[in-house]
């Protein structure tokens, strides 16, 4: 089973959906990328899942150019541009979906409150990608 989760600058939210992922079963290959790839991890959101006990401080930031030419049982889209930018995915698929959520690098206020989204948004990817798992992937292996 191979996943590739797609996301805009693959920095936050797919790299928390893959870590996610990965975590649940660690016999399914996972991978993320960004249609803009910022080659570099958010560092709240590398806390965030540390918090938890999931460590995404050794993934790197990709550009989907690198899984173009592989074969995917899942591309899921975690943003509304990589979803928009998707259909241009020329990669071997043989299911696409969009599970989307809010980016939490673009919240503004207080500390306290950036970190309470990062927080919320993390638990949603986790949440939505449990439900992913358990509906899609569970019963295929």
Request: glycine residues 8%.
């Amino acid at each position: 089973m191979k996943v590739l989760i797609l996301c805009t600058g693959n920095s936050c939210r797919s790299q928390m959906a893959h870590g996610f992922l990965q975590s649940f079963d660690p016999n399914i290959t996972v991978c993320s990328a960004g249609t803009e790839a910022s080659g570099k991890l958010n560092a709240k959101a590398v806390q965030a899942m540390k918090e938890i006990g999931i460590d995404i401080s050794h993934h790197t930031s990709d550009s989907v150019e690198k899984y173009l030419g592989d074969e995917w049982d899942y591309v899921i889209t975690v943003c509304g541009g990589a979803n928009e930018a998707c259909p241009s995915f020329l990669g071997n698929v043989k299911n696409r979906l969009h599970i989307g959520f809010d980016d939490p690098s673009h919240a503004v206020g207080t500390d306290e409150f950036i970190w309470s989204e990062f927080i919320r948004v993390r638990d949603e990817i986790k949440a939505g990608f449990w439900k992913f798992y358990i509906e899609e992937i569970k019963p295929q292996v």
